[in-house]
């Protein structure tokens, strides 16, 4: 009787317990591994996800970002933004931008590190020098190029000096100019990082490849073609993404070198959204503005976003 | 007839060995014209920044007389010497060296503590998180800073150095996740399992032998991290005011205003201000140009 009471109570408990403690055990693990993500994850949720998720709200509100007062004012900031002439501006800068700031650096990157890779002394060297500019604070280079294209400057004392004086210009103080020369110390800065990529894919690709081509008699632009180009797929992929990511984020070499101006004309998305709720006191009209440049970023990011979650 | 075919190969060979010295010193003087190309560029590349040294130390008569690129006729340091004081510099270099020494290790060392739960544990919704993660690297500032601007105002952190740390950290995260994560999943699991079968807690697996052998992957995330930091514009420029608590972005942004038509003394602040920057990249440039390409490059 007691034999079969103890079977029975180990019959029935015996499983319990185990089932039990393999349940501890897995949740054991769980908890710490909570436990390690925990304060990057707090500090994560608290100063980015939360604030995101904040400016969505605050951008159906009239808020001036200091009294008590926000009023609800459903899409009124939306449809302001359709019709307000700067955002027009600002929208046509950041494509400008977009355009410019992808494919000249791209390119450039690309010829570079075929150049550097080719077969030369000092490489190292000359490599560090083409990525210097992308170490600089880009308040800094902005300063710097805002100095060369003074009126009495540098850039225009060159013209000058190889017969294209004719070409001399206010080249930050006009308005149909000054984006565009904007854009072209953050080609200086952003050829480095394509630069980079390339050398080490250009690096990754065995020599045997090359000579086997060249065996076969293939002639140089065929192996550039055929060999060069088809093995740089990850990196231009990489590339692409990370520069078009980037686009978004202009505000630097603007405020530095323009401020916005001539008359809001170098105004983009950015700096536009930090002058209304910094200087003009409409944070509500300003945050609907960073929630359009948001979703543009997130949606052009996710294919990138994705990839990289996969490989995580 | 043997003599013959004795003959030949050596005469082959000798023809083929002039031929691939020919071809070597070939080979060599069009690397050494490359190399002469190459510099050329590189010169023109760094031009913009070779014109600021050759303006800074010309006096303000020598450059209104001879312009930016011609040599200098004596050599000054005054423009630096009225740079340093108007510039305040030394004041941001140490607000800018304060945030980035305490910024930098606290994010790395949480940073590795969450990439370590992604890569090599067991961590709920780890597909959701790793994916909220990421997003962060394609979302621009602009959509957090009037919630963090009011945030640290209610506590009084604004016009703070202090007030920095928190959005700075949460700002890096995502970079320093995709690095780290990465780098930290290519440990083979055996070792971490091994430690973890001889009682190490999980604590002692992540210091004694994950953080060690992944020290590269580390230093370079930490000095990228460093220069992204010092370098950080929009936080700054909302967050802080007062002359004193400027960082190094700032105190450009403000010395530039007041220098505008002063060239030489506008040439020598810049170069002061990037003078620290420069320097790290000059010693660490090793470690940068690896480490870029580690994170995007995985495979």
């Not at chain 1, 210097?132 to 280079?141: N, Y």
């Not at chain 1, 065995?206 to 065929?222: T, V």
């Not at chain 2, 700032?250 to 020598?268: E, H, P, V």
């Not at chain 2, 420069?278 to 580690?294: C, D």
Request: proline share 5%.
């Amino acid at each position: 009787m007691t034999a079969t009471i103890k079977a029975e109570r180990v019959g029935v408990s015996g499983p319990r317990v185990r089932h039990g403690r393999r349940k501890a055990r897995n949740l054991r693990p769980m908890a710490t591994s909570l436990a390690f993500a925990a304060p990057a994850l707090l500090v994560y949720a608290a100063f980015l996800v939360y604030p995101a998720i904040y400016s969505i709200r605050l951008s159906f509100t009239n808020w001036d970002g200091l009294s008590p007062i926000k009023k609800f004012v459903g899409w009124g900031n939306y449809t302001k933004l359709l019709h307000d002439p700067v955002v027009h501006t600002a929208v046509r800068n950041n494509l400008i931008w977009a355009l410019v700031t992808v494919i000249v650096p791209i390119a450039l990157g690309l010829g570079l590190a075929i150049a550097v890779n080719s077969r030369i002394y000092l490489r190292p060297l000359i490599r560090t020098i083409f990525y210097t500019p992308a170490v600089l604070p880009l308040v800094g280079v902005g300063t710097i190029w805002g100095w060369l294209f003074e009126p009495t400057g540098i850039v225009n004392a060159l013209l000058s000096h190889i017969g294209l004086g004719s070409l001399q210009h206010a080249w930050l103080g006009d308005s149909t100019t000054a984006i565009w020369a904007i854009t072209v110390p953050a080609c200086w800065v952003r050829a480095g990082f394509p630069m980079l990529l390339y050398l080490a894919a250009l690096q990754g690709i065995p020599n045997d490849y090359y000579e086997s081509a060249r065996i076969d008699g293939a002639s140089r632009w065929q192996q550039f073609r055929y060999i060069t180009l088809p093995s740089l797929k990850g990196a231009h992929a990489i590339v692409f993404a990370l520069a078009l990511i980037d686009t978004a984020r202009v505000f630097d070499l603007v405020i530095a070198m323009t401020n916005g101006g001539p008359g809001n004309s170098t105004q983009v998305m950015g700096t536009w959204m930090y002058f209304n709720v910094f200087q003009s006191y409409n944070a509500g009209y300003g945050t609907a503005i960073a929630v359009v440049i948001t979703i543009v970023a997130a949606v052009v990011g996710i294919p990138y976003v994705r990839s990289q979650a996969k490989e995580l | 007839m043997t003599a013959i075919i004795a003959a030949a190969p050596p005469d082959v060979s000798r023809e083929d060995s002039s031929r691939q010295a020919m071809r070597g010193r070939r080979i060599r003087r069009r690397a050494f014209v490359g190399t002469i190309v190459m510099l050329v560029l590189a010169l023109l590349w760094a031009m913009p920044l070779l014109a600021l040294l050759l303006t800074g130390v010309k006096s303000v008569s020598d450059f209104d007389a001879h312009g930016a690129l011609s040599v200098p006729q004596s050599f000054t340091l005054s423009n630096f010497r009225s740079a340093w004081g108007v510039g305040q510099f030394g004041t941001a270099f140490i607000n800018s060296g304060l945030i980035t020494a305490v910024k930098v290790p606290i994010g790395v060392l949480i940073t590795s503590l969450l990439s370590y739960a992604l890569a090599k544990m067991r961590l709920p919704f780890r597909r959701t998180i790793t994916f909220a993660l990421l997003m962060g690297l394609t979302i621009p500032i602009f959509i957090a800073i009037v919630p963090i601007f009011t945030m640290l105002r209610s506590v009084h952190l604004t016009d703070n150095l202090w007030g920095l740390l928190l959005p700075y950290l949460a700002f890096g995260i995502p970079f320093e996740v995709l690095v780290l994560a990465s780098f930290f999943r290519r440990v083979p699991q055996e070792i971490i399992e091994a430690a973890r079968i001889d009682g190490a807690s999980e604590l002692r697996v992540f210091f004694s032998v994950l953080l060690p052998l992944s020290l590269p992957a580390i230093v370079t995330v930490a000095i990228l991290d460093a220069v992204a930091t010092w370098n950080e514009l929009v936080i700054a420029l909302i967050i802080l005011n007062s002359p004193s608590h400027r960082t190094v972005p700032l105190s450009l942004l403000n010395f530039q205003g007041q220098f505008s038509t002063n060239f030489s003394g506008l040439a020598a602040g810049i170069l002061i201000a990037l003078l620290p920057i420069l320097l790290v990249y000059a010693l660490l440039q090793k470690w940068i140009v690896s480490g870029l390409t580690a994170g995007a490059l995985k495979d």
